[in-house]
């Protein structure tokens, strides 16, 4: 069956913009996880959506980021007013249910913030 | 909080050699798993194994073995006959209670022809 999708693969936006990067998670996924991959901090935990029960976004790294589960399916990340440091590569990842299974993960979006 | 450490950054061989990734993690909860993922150079992060903490047996899928030793607080990762397809990232990783993943910083294993 169809994997974890993300787009954009790469998106390169001017310092200051906003952005929204989106995930499909695995069907009948109810768990979907962002994760954020850069050179100086590894793998970072994000946020995280299960079923209709409030986020988890104790990760995020400032307010200038938000992030969305439409449906309890596509889930959208918005960065707004882009800086530099965010620059990274955004992962999803998606499981049966919280603490339950595997996390599969996306392709992951590469963000360049110029 | 959780932790996870992977001490070696990288590691080179040379094809056919074993290799052991060692992982050590650190957790005050009793219930949790722990992962493998691989990191080829195209970048997607590909599952590889979770395991129970209440499940200490070791596990074998082909060339790939893990040891689970919750004694030393370590979930360590062998390829035996190493190929050049297994070179890549790869990363620990725990997942307790509050559902999200915490990284070891990833080891780079590089085989050699």
């Known amino acids: 069956g169809a994997g974890v999708s993300q787009s954009p693969s790469n998106k390169v936006t001017e310092k200051g913009k906003d952005v929204e990067l989106r995930c499909d998670p695995i069907?009948?996924?109810?768990?979907l996880y962002w994760y954020r991959q850069s050179l100086g901090q590894g793998l970072e935990f994000l946020i995280y959506?299960?079923?209709?029960?409030?986020?988890?976004k104790s990760g995020l790294p400032s307010d200038r980021f938000s992030a969305e589960r439409t449906g309890g399916s596509v889930s959208t990340l918005t960065i707004q007013r882009t800086q530099q440091e965010d620059s990274a590569v955004y992962l999803c990842?998606?499981?049966?249910?919280?603490?339950?299974?595997?996390?599969?993960f996306g392709p992951g979006t590469r963000l360049t913030v110029t | 909080a959780q932790k996870v450490t992977q001490a070696q950054t990288e590691i080179s061989v040379v094809e056919k050699e074993d290799v052991t990734l060692d992982c050590v993690y650190e957790?005050?909860?009793?219930?949790?798993?722990l992962f493998w993922y691989k990191q080829p150079p195209s970048g997607e992060l590909v599952f590889l194994i979770r395991?129970?903490?209440?499940?200490?047996q070791n596990e074998i899928s082909g060339r790939y073995s893990w040891n689970f030793q919750k004694s030393t607080s370590s979930f360590n990762f062998t390829i035996t006959a190493s190929q050049v397809v297994d070179s890549a990232v790869y990363f620990c990783?725990?997942?307790?209670?509050?559902?999200?993943?915490?990284f070891g910083e990833g080891t780079q294993l590089t085989v050699n022809p």
């Open positions: 990842a998606s499981s049966l249910a919280s603490f339950e299974g595997e996390q599969y």
């Open positions: 957790t005050r909860d009793t219930t949790y798993y």
């Open positions: 395991r129970n903490s209440f499940d200490e």
């Open positions: 990783a725990q997942e307790t209670s509050g559902s999200r993943l915490t």
């Open positions: 959506f299960q079923g209709n029960s409030a986020p988890d």
């Open positions: 069907s009948g996924h109810t768990a």
